[in-house]
């Protein structure tokens, strides 16, 4: 019998600004872009095939051994073998992905997966549900006690928006992209591993400072210095971080590009400075861009520790970013996860 045909994709997401505040209950503005993951098969009950695109090997298991998320090979495979526990499906696919999102690059790659394999899947569920599947995938499949920065910006993604992202009850605003502007997304080369990076210490620390001097989101500077070396730091970029977000929304809707490109630059600095997650190569690609012509302000995007940055510039000023990295992108605010007709 031949199952029914579908075609899904979810795009990534660049983060404007507001980096390791989701878990700290912050703000955020991303927006969805236009490089993402489509997967296009047929449905069948109960195995998952999936050939890449990109990589030789393929996905392969029966949904009854999903739970053995440690066992799946490849490794890419557990995000789906996640997902399918998550949902509990009984219905697998044959398919195959095509990817054009660099991974381990800070643009969420991992979870454009996981939202695709869910839909794949014929997730039925709220926005909402299917963001909080993929958060719940992503900690199943490789222990990352992540935010929902990645999975909210992929599902609600609009094209031509950014959005203001309120993590205390995940509201989300979605803002119009000024058309005159252009995102530059230049990749360091260096591929971040978020599972054997320090993302979990990270947060932790930042739960600690939270029971001592509560949200920090909405900390003052008085409830900062009463906390002591590493910890004032850390608490000092999210309730610092928080506060550029704020005035980034205001700017980005007053149409001001250079007060949100100087609100970039001071992110990037706070996040290498007080939160210790850039590189010596993030830092120099924020230099170059921060000095050509055009570009408004600049900072490394999504975790850190390697990955992508992000800039602000009018249009057309970086009219190729693979001469300034090696790699890079223009992207475009976009529509978030969906069915396409198959
Ligand atoms: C990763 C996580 C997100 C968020 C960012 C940092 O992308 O998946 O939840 O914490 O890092 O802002």
Redesign the pocket.
């Known amino acids: 019998m031949t199952g029914t045909a579908f075609t899904v994709h979810a795009p990534g997401r660049v983060?404007l600004i507001g980096?390791?505040?989701?878990?700290a209950g912050g703000l955020?503005l991303p927006c969805a872009i236009d490089l993402g993951i489509t997967i296009s098969g047929t449905h069948q009950q109960g195995r998952v095939e999936l050939r890449s695109d990109a990589l030789a090997d393929i996905v392969a298991f029966d949904l009854d051994a999903a739970s053995n998320i440690a066992s799946i090979q490849p490794q890419w495979g557990r995000y789906i073998a996640a997902v399918a526990q998550e949902l509990k499906s009984a219905q697998g696919f044959t398919a195959s992905v095509i990817s054009t999102l660099p991974t381990g690059a800070?643009l969420?790659s991992s979870?454009a997966l996981e939202i695709a394999s869910a839909l794949s899947f014929g997730f039925a569920g709220s926005p909402m549900d299917l963001a909080l599947v993929g958060q719940r995938a992503?900690l199943a499949a490789v222990g990352?006690p992540?935010?929902?920065?990645?999975q909210l910006s992929i599902v609600f993604g609009r094209a031509g928006y950014a959005m203001v992202i309120d993590f205390t009850d995940n509201a989300i605003e979605h803002v119009a992209f000024p058309d005159d502007l252009d995102i530059v997304v230049l990749h360091s080369g260096q591929e971040r591993e978020?599972a054997d990076s320090q993302?979990a210490e990270r947060r932790a620390m930042c739960e600690l400072a939270a029971e001592r001097i509560g949200p920090l989101a909405s900390a003052s500077t008085t409830d900062i210095n009463s906390l002591t070396g590493v910890m004032q730091s850390r608490a000092r970029h999210v309730a610092s971080e928080c506060e550029r977000v704020r005035q980034a929304a205001v700017a980005l809707r007053d149409n001001d590009p250079t007060t949100v490109g100087q609100l970039m630059t001071q992110s990037h600095a706070s996040l290498r400075d007080d939160f210790d997650v850039s590189t010596s190569v993030l830092d120099e690609l924020v230099e170059r861009l921060n000095s050509t012509p055009g570009v408004y302000g600049s900072r490394l995007t999504?975790?850190g520790f390697g990955g992508c940055v992000v800039a602000l510039s009018e249009r057309g000023a970086i009219s190729d970013p693979n001469a300034l990295s090696g790699r890079g992108w223009i992207v475009h605010p976009s529509d978030g996860a969906r069915q396409l007709a198959p």
């Open positions: 983060n980096d390791h505040t989701d878990y955020a800070g969420s979870a992503e990352v992540c935010g929902l920065l990645d978020l993302y999504g975790a």
